[in-house]
């Protein structure tokens, strides 16, 4: 009986983890870990309730495995992004995925916050992303004398309407520049290689995405620190940090029920278990069979097993 208890106790400790609340206890168990890490300038209050808006507006987040969900709040907490899926602010977004050992989350870095991680580099005068439409005149080059005209067309664009190209442009504070361009072709490329290729920002906020695309790929030729490099090409994880939040259990098994402790009650030599409702049945004879017990009336289809205790 101790065994099946257990299992049981098991079981319930996943259906809460599993749950928004069970989540929430989670991360609030996490949160010393998670803070620790975590810029001066952000508030723990702020991403805390930021944290718990994403998981209660995102019930399949309540599906994903528990390390990766708190792993994603700490990638946004070492990098100073807020999860922005309730304030739409695009600069970090926490999304589930399926993959062959079941649900996880993974922390997507938002057009926003690719530009906040270019600019705390200091050494940039300005950096920005635009997207180009058809009607807008557009035109560039490359090479000695770089150039690039966009004027929009100013008329409103259809629902659903993707540009035609999304480009960059960054002023260092020495006077040099650096730009890149990218058509559609080329956003859908790489769309198409995201794990969250049919959901999320890449539905709700596709320019925005597209943007980011160009600003990622421009990364390595930018005067950015390694973070910043090294989150643009960990981009889509669960931010690693999973070890760091493993060492010790989150969701504790629940102690068995007092009425089962062996030491009040000697155990049995063999027992049979109902496995429509659960019931058990104690003190069973050597020569006793299933079919013994199909009367039993404990529910309307019993169907018992003999197991040895």
């Known amino acids: 009986m101790g065994e099946l208890a257990t299992k049981a106790a098991q079981v319930q400790a996943a259906k809460t983890a599993g749950s928004p609340s069970g989540m929430a206890a989670m991360l609030e168990r996490a949160w010393p870990r998670i803070a620790a890490i975590m810029p001066k300038e952000m508030s723990s209050e702020r991403l805390y309730q930021l944290s718990l808006s994403a998981i209660n507006t995102t019930p399949k987040l309540g599906q994903c495995d528990p390390a990766s969900l708190c792993s994603c709040v700490m990638k946004c907490s070492a990098l100073g992004l807020e999860p922005s899926a309730v304030d739409g602010l695009g600069r970090a977004y926490i999304l589930p995925y399926k993959t062959k050992t079941g649900m996880h989350a993974q922390m997507i870095i938002g057009y926003k916050g690719m530009l906040d991680l270019a600019r705390r580099s200091g050494k940039m005068r300005s950096i920005s992303a635009r997207a180009v439409y058809e009607g807008d005149e557009f035109h560039y080059s490359f090479g000695l004398d770089e150039s690039l005209t966009h004027i929009p067309s100013g008329r409103e664009h259809e629902a659903g309407e993707k540009p035609t190209h999304v480009y960059m442009v960054a002023h260092f504070t020495d006077g040099g520049h650096y730009m890149d361009v990218m058509s559609l072709q080329d956003v859908e490329a790489i769309r198409k290689r995201s794990k969250a290729a049919t959901s999320g920002p890449w539905v709700t906020d596709y320019e925005a995405m597209a943007k980011k695309t160009v600003i990622r790929r421009a990364f390595p030729y930018l005067p950015v620190s390694v973070t ?18 493993t060492r010790e259990p989150v969701i504790e ?27 058990v049945i104690e003190g069973v004879t050597a020569d006793a069979t299933p079919q013994d017990f199909e009367g039993a009336g404990c529910c309307d289809r019993p169907s018992y097993i003999i197991q040895e205790g």
């Open 228 to 245: 910043a490099q090294q989150s643009a090409s960990a981009d889509e994880s669960d931010g690693g940090f999973v070890d760091m939040l």
């Open 253 to 279: 098994p629940q102690p068995a029920e007092a009425a089962e402790q062996p030491e009040e009650q000697a155990p049995a030599t063999r027992y049979a278990v109902c496995q429509g409702c659960g019931t």
